[in-house]
């Protein structure tokens, strides 16, 4: 199982990026999808999560600027970030809870990482 991460780049002050992730290999379920950051010097912190009964949890930081969803038939969850802030700056890192076959554990897998920068 492999998640590929894209659609960071630079962006400026309340402005907006859309992540995504895209899970493919062995997969026979995805239980839950999320986005993770991490700044230099600090713990990887949680931004959203979203399961696949498509119940949705955020940071408070994010509450209200950002919105996760998923292409179910694509293996794919997004992360919509609005009102961007520099605080926001951050490696976005997706992961994924996936079964891959009958009578197997689910386990997570985590995608390579996208940066973020927000700045004028």
């Known amino acids: 199982v492999q998640l590929q991460a894209s659609g960071g780049g630079l962006v400026q002050p309340g402005g907006s990026l859309r992540l995504s992730c895209a899970a493919s290999?062995?997969?026979?379920?995805?239980?839950?999808m999320g986005w993770y950051r991490q700044t230099p010097g600090k713990q990887r912190e949680l931004v959203a999560t979203?399961?696949?009964?498509?119940?949705?949890n955020y940071v408070d930081a994010v509450k209200g600027r950002f919105t996760i969803s998923t292409d179910n038939a694509n293996n794919t969850v997004y992360l919509q970030m609005n009102s961007l802030k520099p605080e926001d700056t951050a490696v976005y890192y997706c992961?994924?809870?996936?079964?891959?076959?009958?009578?197997?554990?689910?386990?997570?897998?985590w995608g390579q990482g996208t940066l973020v920068t927000v700045s004028s």
């Open positions: 290999g062995s997969i026979l379920r995805i239980n839950a």
């Open positions: 992961n994924a809870d996936i079964q891959e076959d009958f009578g197997t554990y689910y386990r997570r897998f």
């Open positions: 979203i399961t696949s009964g498509d119940s949705t």
